[in-house]
């Protein structure tokens, strides 16, 4: 496999453009489950998926789709909770916290209340130095 470098990544991220986020780990998983003889099984990109769940999580919860961000919630949880606190170079216990922190915080359906905006560091992507996969 390639070196997978998250510059780019991180960039997108902590701009909060999590639709973008979503497209960029999209366009990677793609290629990556077309050139893996796992295919979608790989462990890299079911990882790369829980990635794009908590993009979208967050994304649909900036717009105020409260049904599309709880659905990608318990997806991104899911699936990154199978991963080590670190995986690939990115620490995902914070993403882990902001994904629940954004649970525990939406309001009861049908109140017409806005999503709250999630006070952890939603918008910092962490990344052990080195990080290169």
Do not use: K
């Not at 470098?5 to 077309?34: K, M, P, Y």
């Not at 050139?35 to 967050?58: C, R, T, V, W």
């Amino acid at each position: 496999m390639a070196l997978f470098v998250w510059d780019e990544l991180i960039v997108l991220w902590q701009s909060g453009d999590f639709r973008a986020v979503h497209d960029w780990i999209n366009q990677h998983w793609s290629e990556l489950v077309q050139n893996s003889i796992e295919g979608d099984s790989d462990p890299f990109a079911q990882f790369l998926q829980g990635l794009a769940y908590a993009a979208l999580a967050f994304h649909f919860a900036g717009e105020q789709n409260q049904e599309s961000a709880e659905l990608f919630i318990d997806d991104g949880l899911n699936a990154l909770s199978h991963y080590p606190s670190t995986y690939a170079g990115i620490e995902i216990i914070p993403i882990i916290d902001a994904l629940a922190e954004l649970r525990d915080i939406l309001p009861a359906h049908d109140t017409g209340q806005p999503i709250p905006t999630v006070s952890s560091s939603v918008h910092v992507l962490r990344i052990c130095s080195g990080s290169q996969l």
